[in-house]
């Protein structure tokens, strides 16, 4: 394979790392990553006070850099780390947003780290986001200026954006871009919606610090966690610098590092294709990703793959350590076919060596988890029915109440409907109608981007609640299959503010005691850790730990299913399950059951994002992989991985 034009910014450490451009640290996990940083950082601040220095940093918000405040603040009050001599410079802030709107970043600051921490108000500086528009030149003007004054960044935080963009220079902002007004990519606001309570209440706008800003800084660290980045990571590290992908831009800076998790990683050419970076051990694993990669490359279906693609595909030694293609390619080819089945919860009476589940014992006791609400039909609505139809006892575990997604109109109308039964009933004294009424209030009374009382948090949960219901019964599911945790953590929270506690680990821990499953399905492994999915996945993973050593749990496999923005790579499926295309239409019915997950203005949103579509996409996508890849063609596929508890 060809190498890239010119030589990497940094001197690569070690061979694999050749074709990456900027510095990029892999660490175990985010917590790890902040650690490192945070210690970093107070050894910049000690030596710069024991020099009578001031500190100046650039700092970023998002949910990427929580850890890190997190560790700052722990620093600060165990080992006495002052910020009295800390002056910092945010990269942004939404235009039009207040500094009291929940959302505004200035505020994102306040509650993530300056009001733990010693800092002088007077040292703080986010970009005014209120500024008319006529003065909003001469405001980044003078942004710059006082950055300038301050001596100018000495370390500078980042976190990265799906599109690519750094701060909000957004696709198309130019290497010598300064503070300015810009308007957020599409993409961009709908990842914020989330925050913003849908779509259409994100700004447009922002004040973003140029990429010629964030450049002059003297040191520059990126951080990026969970799979939903490491593709925007794997461009921005090894393609060539483009305005395309602004972080790209990053490359030619002489003091920069990425410091990211594994999951964000996974897309590195190291780490995904390590045969065309370096010698491999060729593990059965690397044999059949490679020999998937090599069949994509060619457009060739994996058996007509011939001695001559491999060694014009950086691949000689493969073949000289397990070929030639012919049995190769039908080894491969055998791995891949014996992932798909029919039977999730393996087939009763077969042989099954070959076979992803066991058969034994038939009737299963399954437990599939759920972080939200939708979670389970969206990643593997026809493999619950289809458990259902072979006969397994299927338990369907709803985590979070999800009420946090619920926009104020639909609890209202819920809140009118209990009223108006209570009207047609006529019944006196009915408690269900009081508080129906008092949530109305409390409705009216909200303020936009006001937080929710428990009340309507109450009530927004229970209009999930029948939503999840009412899709379990699309898949032909018994609603008593469902439970409900409601899980604390997420009832106490925000978004991005999440904590685990005991008593989240031990509701999880007290029903896998209950059931004794011999087959649990989880999500959110290798997502954003801040993230619901992921957060509720380490829930289960802690409640494992604390059944370790239980007999149930040694006859029990722990699936992974996805969500349908993160696909696995056909290599990477250890069981595929088919859906015909009827199947394929009930799952689609169930997620549309969630409505109130469903875009609320639709006339404003373009392209395939609404939840069904990208489920039924990505189930496609995958059947059409593997039919590329010589196998049987189905119209769709769900996919699932194993998981081992180490
Ligand atoms: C935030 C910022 C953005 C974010 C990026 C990632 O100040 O400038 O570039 O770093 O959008 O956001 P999260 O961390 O929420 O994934």
């Known amino acids: ?32 990553a902040a650690a490192q940083l945070a210690a970093e950082i107070a050894a910049l601040i000690r030596s710069n006070d024991a020099a009578g220095k001031p500190t100046v940093l650039g700092l970023a918000t998002g949910s990427t850099p929580v850890r890190l405040y997190r560790q700052l603040i722990r620093l600060h009050r165990e080992q006495q780390l002052s910020f009295k001599n800390v002056i910092t410079f945010n990269l942004d802030e939404y235009y039009g947003l207040s ?30 986001g209120m500024v008319p528009r006529d003065g909003v030149f001469a405001s980044c003007r003078a942004y710059e200026d006082k950055i300038r004054q301050a001596g100018g960044l000495q370390l500078q935080i980042l976190g990265i954006g799906r599109t690519g963009h750094i701060g909000f220079n957004e696709p198309g902002s130019g290497r010598d871009s300064r503070t300015r007004l810009v308007t957020l990519d599409a993409l961009t606001r709908r990842d914020a919606a989330r925050d913003f309570l849908g779509e259409a209440n994100v700004p447009r706008h922002a004040i973003t610090m140029g990429v010629g800003t964030i ?58 294709h390590p045969w065309l970076v370096g010698t491999v051990d060729w593990t059965p694993a690397l044999a059949r990703r490679s020999v998937v990669w090599l069949s994509q490359q060619v457009k060739k279906p994996v058996l007509k793959l011939l001695d001559e693609n491999y060694s014009e595909h950086g691949m000689a030694d493969l073949l000289t350590e397990q070929g030639p293609s012919y049995g190769l390619n039908i080894r ?32 299963k006791r399954v437990l599939i988890f759920s972080p939200e609400p939708a979670d389970d039909v969206l990643g593997m609505g026809g493999t619950l029915r289809r458990l259902i139809d072979q006969g397994h006892d299927v338990t369907v575990v709803y985590q979070t109440s999800g009420n946090l997604g619920v926009p104020d109109e639909e609890a209202t109308m ?20 009081a508080f129906a009424r008092d949530v109305r209030q409390q409705l009216a009374a909200k303020a936009a981007f006001d937080g929710d009382t428990p009340e309507i948090r109450k009530l927004k949960g229970i209009l999930r609640r029948g939503e999840a219901r009412a899709a379990l019964q699309a898949c032909s599911v018994a609603v008593s299959r469902a439970r409900f ?34 087959q649990i399905f989880a999500t959110g492994q290798s997502s954003d850790p801040s993230s619901v999915p992921a957060v509720c996945f380490e829930i289960l993973r802690r409640a494992l730990v604390a ?16 969500n349908p923005e993160q696909a696995w790579e056909p290599a990477e499926i250890e069981m595929a399950v088919p859906l015909s295309p009827r199947e394929l239409s009930w799952k689609i ?28 996409h990505h189930n496609q996508t995958i059947a059409r992989h593997y039919d590329a890849l010589g196998l049987a063609e189905y119209e769709a596929i769900e996919a699932f991985q194993r998981w081992h508890l180490s």
């Open 332 to 363: 491969i080819f055998n791995e891949i076919q014996h992932t798909i089945t029919g039977w999730p919860g393996g087939k009763p009476n077969a042989d099954d060596t070959h076979r992803p589940e066991r058969a034994v014992p038939h009737s």
């Open 547 to 562: 059944t370790k050593g239980e007999s149930w749990l040694n006859d029990c496999r722990v699936w992974l299913y996805r």
């Open 1 to 32: 394979m060809s190498q890239p034009a010119s030589l990497p910014t940094h001197a690569a450490s070690a061979e694999n790392e050749q074709r990456e451009r900027i510095k990029t640290v892999v660490h175990a996990n985010a917590d790890a």
């Open 485 to 518: 945790l409601d899980l604390p953590f997420y009832e106490k929270g925000r978004y991005r503010q999440f904590q685990i506690g005991d008593a989240d680990v031990a509701a999880v821990t007290a029903l896998l005691r209950e059931i004794k499953p011999h």
């Open 99 to 128: 500094r009291t709107h929940p959302e505004s970043y200035w505020r994102f600051m306040h509650e993530q780290l300056f009001n733990h921490i010693d800092i002088p108000a007077g040292n703080v500086n986010v970009p005014d």
């Open 589 to 616: 019915q169930a997620i549309y059951h969630h409505k109130s997950q469903r875009s609320q203005i639709p006339s404003v949103t373009e392209g395939r994002h609404e939840s069904w579509q990208q489920a039924e």
């Open 215 to 272: 450049l002059e800084a003297r040191r520059i660290v990126l951080l990026a966690w969970g799979e939903a980045k490491a593709r925007v990571i794997a461009e921005a590290v090894e393609k060539a610098p483009t305005e395309s992908l602004p972080a790209s831009f990053l490359q030619g800076h002489p003091a920069v590092s990425f410091h990211i998790d594994t999951a964000a990683a996974s897309e590195l050419t190291r780490i995904r």
């Open 414 to 433: 819920a809140a009118e409907l209990v009223l108006e039964l209570d009207r047609v009933s006529g019944s006196a004294a009915n408690p269900g109608a």
